[in-house]
């Protein structure tokens, strides 16, 4: 009887072994702090940092766009929380924006971020910022992608006189 309780517990801890080496493959983390939020995200138990978040939005606020983004990264390493990616693209919104023409590779990269939170929303967030025009991902979508489109109306000299939003 002993005999047989030592196979299965070799069994079993073989095949635990092997669920880690696997899950470590798929989800390729560079450090122990990576390994820590996706362990958290597979259980569950992934929160966005609160305090990094806030930093970020003060950032935001003061037009700090570049600074404003990293500490949403920090906030939200696993890219798993929708507002943050929300505030992620608007930033890259913000900081790509210009009066005469729009950085492209500054909105293709909001794009992705919008995308994202609305993947992880399912397109329901609603951001009740009063300092924002634009309150949810998909109206922040269709900014980034006109301002990616390229047309006659570019050569528009009235668009000097649009406003950011």
Do not use: C
């Amino acid at each position: 009887m002993r005999r047989e309780w030592v196979q299965i517990i070799g069994i079993v801890w073989t095949l635990l072994y092997a669920a880690i080496i696997i899950w470590l493959y798929a989800a390729r983390p560079q450090n122990l702090g990576e390994v820590a939020t996706s362990a958290s995200v597979a259980v569950g138990t992934y929160k966005v940092d609160e305090g990094h978040f806030r930093s970020g939005l003060e950032l935001f606020r003061r037009e700090q766009y570049r600074a404003a983004r990293e500490e949403w990264r920090l906030a939200d390493p696993a890219e798993r929380d929708a507002r943050t990616q929300f505030y992620i693209a608007y930033a890259f919104y913000r900081e790509g924006w210009g009066r005469l023409y729009s950085d492209d590779e500054l909105f293709r990269r909001g794009l992705e971020a919008v995308n994202r939170a609305i993947e992880l929303s399912g397109g329901a967030l609603r951001i009740e910022d009063p300092d924002l025009k634009i309150h949810t991902p998909v109206e922040l979508k269709v900014e980034l992608e006109e301002g990616l489109r390229r047309d006659w109306s570019d050569l528009n000299p009235l668009k000097v006189l649009r406003e950011r939003k």
